[in-house]
């Protein structure tokens, strides 16, 4: 710590840290910009709460005891079962899902963006070849602030950034989260916004991919309302909706499925899964849908190398049986609601509300800088002593926040020196 201009201190990282963060720069490209440390137990020693679940891919906790020792069993059997023979797991569980969701056919990827990607597909197949709607004039809509992954094919479904846009040259045609005519933003909460681009484009649009529940409004109410509000838009006009669940899914919200909150009678098309569905123990995403939309695809058209390998299988598997075993849903809502009540006895004047649905929980902030602070979720099985040390912590945080100018890394990447 040393001072800064002569009034707050600043906050330095040690040389370890320094030397790692230079080297990444140096020699590694892409990725998020994350906040300066390393986990789990950093190269300093220090030992850290992890209140993101690793962007909500361990909602289970890290190193569960249960899904670890299935993955483990399951690794000592075969490497890598993949497109080269038939997988006697896959079939099995795939029925396990449907059976469960009420739905027929299950495909399996390897990331969630692949995912993604992968449903926006299938559903401009439907929409050609079902739909009849001419290939160039085919369009999947996504919704302002939803996030489906960097890769090309969903780009155009992310919020709208010129310069990123040109620099890669993706300014998609065939996904987009804009009105195809005016390029205005279809953004989270608009229902009028969306109803009128549908109105003026259904006989073209195939889908609209969202994620119902992003957890950051003062009443969830709003957020479930506008996105049965999609939900119901698509089925009066022929389009498919595509629930994303890849972040919210595995029981983060309360529910198994965050679309489960719209209503009983809400059955997306399709379901995106992924993150947490493995545990956080292997990369595995899966697509699941109603046959008139899935039937269509065929051999050759969706594969992944390392999709619905044994070991993928395992870890889905056993993930599933934790969290119906040990209730960890309930589990959930519960340490989610401690935790709001705990942050709103602090009465702190930096912390403007809780969002919270189920284990999900945003804090928002009054006149904070974001890279300050980071958003919050919880694995589901996090103990209350945890939970309760970790707020405490963040307490701390936020009573000296101001005390401090630069802190070093919170602005800016590392650069290499």
Same mark, same amino acid.
């Given at each position: 710590?040393?001072?800064?201009?002569?009034?707050?201190?600043?906050?330095?990282?040690?040389?370890?840290?320094?030397?790692?963060?230079?080297?990444?720069?140096?020699?590694?490209?892409?990725?998020?910009?994350?906040?300066?440390? $390393?986990?789990?137990?950093?190269?300093?020693?220090?030992?850290?709460?992890?209140?993101?679940?690793? $962007?909500?891919?361990?909602?289970?906790?890290?190193?569960?005891?249960?899904?670890?020792?299935?993955?483990?069993?399951?690794?000592?059997?075969?490497?890598?079962?993949?497109?080269?023979?038939?997988?006697?797991?896959?079939?099995?569980?795939?029925?396990?899902?449907?059976?469960?969701?009420?739905?027929?056919?299950?495909?399996?990827?390897?990331?969630?963006?692949?995912?993604?990607?992968?449903?926006?597909?299938?559903?401009?197949?439907?929409?050609?070849?079902?739909?009849?709607?001419?290939?160039?004039?085919?369009?999947?809509?996504?919704?302002?602030?939803?996030?489906?992954?960097?890769?090309?094919?969903?780009?155009?479904?992310?919020?709208?950034?010129? =310069?990123?846009?040109?620099?890669?040259?993706?300014?998609?045609?065939?996904?987009?989260?804009?009105?195809?005519?005016?390029?205005?933003?279809?953004?989270?909460?608009? =229902?009028?916004?969306?109803?009128?681009?549908?109105?003026?484009?259904?006989?073209?649009?195939?889908?609209?991919?969202?994620?119902?529940?992003?957890?950051?409004?003062?009443?969830?109410?709003?957020?479930?309302?506008?996105?049965?509000?999609?939900?119901?838009?698509?089925?009066?006009?022929?389009?498919?909706?595509?629930?994303?669940?890849?972040?919210?899914?595995?029981?983060?919200?309360?529910?198994?499925?965050?679309?489960?909150?719209?209503?009983?009678?809400?059955?997306?098309?399709?379901?995106?899964?992924?993150?947490?569905?493995?545990?956080?123990?292997?990369?595995?995403?899966?697509?699941?849908?109603?046959?008139?939309?899935?039937?269509?695809?065929?051999?050759?058209?969706?594969?992944?190398?390392?999709? $619905?390998?044994?070991?993928?299988?395992?870890?889905?598997?056993?993930?599933?049986?934790?969290?119906?075993?040990?209730?960890?849903?309930?589990?959930?809502?519960?340490?989610?609601?401690?935790?709001?009540?705990?942050?709103?006895?602090?009465?702190?004047?930096?912390?403007?509300?809780?969002?919270?649905?189920?284990?999900?929980?945003?804090?928002?902030?009054?006149?904070?800088?974001?890279?300050?602070?980071?958003?919050?979720?919880?694995?589901?099985?996090?103990?209350?002593?945890? =939970?309760?040390?970790?707020?405490?912590?963040?307490?701390?945080?936020?009573?000296?926040?101001?005390?401090?100018?630069?802190?070093?890394?919170?602005?800016?990447?590392?650069?290499?020196?």
């Amino acid at each position: 710590m040393e001072s800064n201009n002569g009034n707050k201190p600043a906050l330095r990282l040690s040389p370890r840290v320094k030397e790692l963060l230079g080297l990444e720069s140096r020699v590694t490209i892409g990725g998020f910009d994350p906040m300066p440390y $390393f986990s789990r137990k950093d190269v300093d020693g220090k030992r850290y709460i992890d209140f993101i679940g690793m $962007f909500s891919a361990v909602n289970t906790g890290h190193c569960h005891p249960h899904i670890q020792k299935i993955v483990i069993e399951q690794l000592k059997k075969v490497t890598l079962v993949n497109l080269s023979s038939h997988n006697s797991t896959f079939g099995p569980f795939a029925q396990r899902l449907c059976t469960r969701f009420g739905y027929d056919r299950v495909a399996a990827m390897t990331s969630g963006t692949e995912a993604a990607d992968t449903a926006c597909k299938i559903a401009r197949c439907w929409g050609i070849n079902q739909k009849c709607i001419p290939t160039e004039e085919c369009i999947v809509l996504g919704v302002g602030g939803c996030y489906h992954g960097l890769a090309s094919g969903v780009w155009g479904l992310m919020d709208s950034n010129i =310069l990123r846009t040109t620099k890669h040259g993706l300014d998609s045609k065939i996904q987009m989260n804009t009105n195809p005519r005016t390029g205005e933003l279809l953004e989270y909460l608009d =229902l009028e916004r969306m109803r009128s681009c549908l109105q003026e484009h259904k006989d073209r649009v195939a889908a609209v991919i969202i994620e119902c529940i992003h957890g950051y409004s003062r009443d969830e109410n709003e957020e479930i309302r506008y996105a049965r509000g999609v939900y119901e838009l698509c089925k009066s006009m022929n389009i498919l909706f595509i629930a994303d669940e890849v972040r919210q899914g595995a029981g983060k919200t309360g529910m198994f499925f965050s679309f489960q909150h719209l209503g009983d009678d809400v059955k997306p098309d399709t379901v995106i899964m992924g993150k947490s569905i493995t545990g956080g123990f292997y990369p595995q995403s899966f697509i699941m849908g109603v046959d008139t939309v899935m039937a269509s695809v065929g051999p050759y058209e969706i594969a992944s190398t390392y999709s $619905f390998t044994p070991l993928a299988i395992a870890a889905a598997n056993a993930t599933i049986d934790v969290i119906d075993r040990e209730n960890l849903i309930q589990r959930g809502v519960h340490i989610g609601d401690l935790w709001r009540k705990t942050v709103e006895s602090w009465n702190h004047p930096l912390v403007d509300y809780v969002a919270q649905v189920g284990a999900d929980s945003n804090l928002i902030l009054r006149e904070v800088e974001p890279s300050r602070v980071a958003s919050l979720v919880f694995a589901m099985n996090l103990p209350e002593v945890l =939970l309760l040390e970790g707020s405490a912590i963040l307490k701390s945080c936020l009573d000296d926040i101001n005390k401090y100018g630069s802190i070093e890394g919170e602005v800016i990447r590392y650069k290499a020196v």
